[in-house]
C-alpha cells in the first residue's frame, strides 16, 4: 500500500508561483515514475507532468511547457511541482499519482486557485 499526501497548494495572483509537494510512503518510492495531474471542476483529469524514477527525464503538458517543473528528492520520498506564471486556466485540484505493478495510486489532492 503506498499513501501519497499532496500539500503547497492555495491561492495566488495570475503570474504567481507556487510549489507543490507529494510525499510518499513507500520505501520503493524511487523506483518507479511520479506524475502530477489536475482536474478543474466540469473537466476531465488531465496529466502536467511526469518525472521518471531518477528523476532525470520528464515529460509535460503543451499548457504548461516552459512554467512547470516536476522534480524529486529519492532521499525524502517526495516530488515535486514547481508552478510559475500561473494563470487562471491552471485554477484545479492537483493530484499525486504513481503507478505500481498494475496499479494506480492516488493522493488526496491539493487546491491550486489563480485569481486576481
Known amino acids: 500500500q503506498v499513501q501519497l499526501v499532496e500539500s503547497g497548494g492555495g491561492l495566488v495572483q495570475p503570474g504567481g508561483s507556487l510549489r507543490l509537494s507529494c510525499a510518499a510512503s513507500?520505501?520503493?518510492?524511487?523506483?518507479?515514475?511520479m506524475s502530477w495531474y489536475r482536474q478543474a471542476p466540469g473537466k476531465e483529469r488531465e496529466l502536467v507532468a511526469t518525472?521518471?524514477?531518477?528523476?532525470?527525464?520528464?515529460v509535460y503538458a503543451d499548457s504548461v511547457k516552459g512554467r512547470f517543473t516536476i522534480s524529486r528528492d529519492n532521499a525524502k520520498n517526495t516530488v515535486y511541482l514547481q508552478m510559475n506564471s500561473l494563470k487562471p486556466e491552471d485554477t484545479a485540484k492537483y493530484y499525486c499519482?504513481?503507478?505500481?505493478?498494475?496499479?494506480?495510486?492516488w493522493g488526496q489532492g491539493t487546491q491550486v486557485t489563480v485569481s486576481s
Open positions: 513507500s520505501a520503493t518510492f524511487s523506483n518507479y515514475a
Open positions: 518525472a521518471t524514477s531518477a528523476g532525470t527525464s520528464t
Open positions: 499519482n504513481t503507478q505500481i505493478l498494475g496499479w494506480a495510486y
